[in-house]
């Protein structure tokens, strides 16, 4: 009896946790599919009436979705591609080498995780308008291209399980560091790129603030700053709001569900050992 509450206890909590979490998408997507008026008139829970899909062509075509989405592409892949080499090299050196103040150098990534990035806006701003990168692309390239503590983690955790007798056997055939980096580890390094490709991918694909704040342009719109034109102090268009986020997730949603047996394997590599 016993058993079978326990049973009974865990997986009511996990539908009562899908429920609450289903909430907010069941919302929006109603929302979308309702008109002004029908969205005047009724609750967030209730169905539209009338099902309409004039909110998305509205979102798409009103917030310039197309430019947003190119600048969004071209920001996410430099970022990422940048994320990449500095932080499988970053980690090659970590792991592989000795070198004099090597734990300093370590601590050093922890503490910058400590500093809240809030309060460095400020100096962060000056340093990339003297740089001549304010108002372009470059300027959210420039600070998303920082490797972060958690991708050096990820990949100094799984790089643990490489042999370093690899490295070994082609240093005897005549292999130079860089070339054991480019030839061996890389490759072997897949699935947690991939999983640091989908966390640094959709934390800059969802981020806000460094984009409104350095290309204010309305040329250099992105996804998560184009839906701001349905926002006004005169009110919210909340109906074409939906819709425009929903277009927004469906390009996340699939990347996620092609990608997240590499995020899971990523994440758990290195930590039986």
């Not at 429920?19 to 969205?39: E, R």
């Not at 009103?62 to 591609?81: E, H, K, Q, R, Y």
């Not at 860089?178 to 699935?191: N, T």
Request: aromatic fraction near 10%.
């Amino acid at each position: 009896m016993r058993q079978r509450l326990a049973v009974t206890g865990k997986y009511s909590s996990l539908v009562i946790g899908c429920l609450v979490a289903l909430i907010p998408l069941v919302v929006l997507v109603f929302t979308s599919l309702k008109s002004a008026k029908d969205y005047a008139t009724s609750g967030p829970l209730n169905p539209p009436t009338h099902i309409t899909f004039a909110n998305f062509v509205t979102a798409f075509r009103g917030s310039d979705m197309g430019t947003a989405f190119l600048n969004t592409t071209i920001i996410m892949v430099v970022s990422i591609v940048g994320t990449i080499l500095i932080g499988t090299m970053t980690a090659y050196a970590i792991d592989r080498f000795e070198f004099r103040f090597k734990k300093m150098v370590v601590g050093l990534f922890l503490l910058a995780t400590l500093v809240p990035g809030v309060t460095t806006q400020v100096a962060t701003f000056q340093v990339i308008n003297k740089l001549g990168l304010y108002d372009t692309r470059m300027a959210p390239i420039a600070l998303f291209m920082g490797t972060d503590i958690v991708s050096i983690y990820i990949f100094v955790q799984f790089m643990r399980s490489i042999p370093i007798s690899l490295d070994e056997a082609a240093t005897l055939d005549g292999a130079n560091h860089f070339a054991i980096y480019r030839r061996i580890i890389l490759p072997l390094l897949r699935p947690a790129i991939a999983t640091v490709v989908v966390i640094k991918g959709i934390g800059i694909y969802n981020e806000f603030y460094i984009p409104y704040l350095y290309m204010p342009d309305k040329n250099l719109v992105v996804v998560s700053t184009a839906l701001q034109r349905f926002k006004s102090p005169m009110g919210t268009q909340w109906e074409i709001l939906s819709a425009g986020a929903l277009i927004v997730i469906v390009p996340t949603l699939i990347i996620f569900l092609v990608l997240q047996r590499y995020i899971y394997n990523g994440l758990s590599a290195g930590s039986v050992k």
